[in-house]
Nanobody, 124 residues
Framework: QVPLVESGGGLVQAGGSLRLSCAASGRTISSYAMGWFRQAPGKEREFVAAISWRGGSTYYADSVKGRFTISRDNAKKTVALQMNSLKPEDTAVYYC?????????????????WGQGTQVTVSS
């Protein structure tokens, strides 16, 4: 098990920014890719961004490309998601997850451990 705790969510106006953080406890996450996903009410959970085990490779959903940036600090066992130019359609619960391998993947099935999520609400 790799307990994950997300933080940094909140209410922001369209065009604003938020920075989400995901902290892992227990086992190290430095050997695994990490991802961020989101789930809006009535919708399936979807991929947002992922980062390779050392941070050298990233992968973004088209809907957030150019606005969101994923990063990681393996020494601190944290992963961050900087979200700029937020839109109302970004409103969702955001989850971080630990991947099974080292490469960033968009498929939910390639992630084993999930946090409880943090709510992001973007008002128009």
């Amino acid at each position: 098990q790799v307990p994950l705790v997300e933080s940094g969510g909140g209410l922001v106006q369209a065009g604003g920014s938020l920075r989400l953080s995901c902290a892992a406890s227990g086992r190290t996450i430095s050997s695994y890719a990490m991802g961020w996903f989101r789930q809006a009410p009535g919708k399936e959970r979807e991929f947002v961004a992922a980062i390779s085990w050392r941070g050298g490779s990233t992968y973004y959903a088209d809907s957030v490309k150019g606005r969101f940036t994923i990063s990681r600090d393996n020494a601190k066992k944290t992963v961050a998601l900087q979200m700029n130019s937020l839109k109302p359609e970004d409103t969702a619960v955001y989850y971080c997850a630990v991947g099974r391998g080292i490469a960033p993947m968009p498929d939910l099935s390639t992630y084993d451990y999930w946090g409880q999520g943090t709510q992001v609400t973007v008002s128009s």
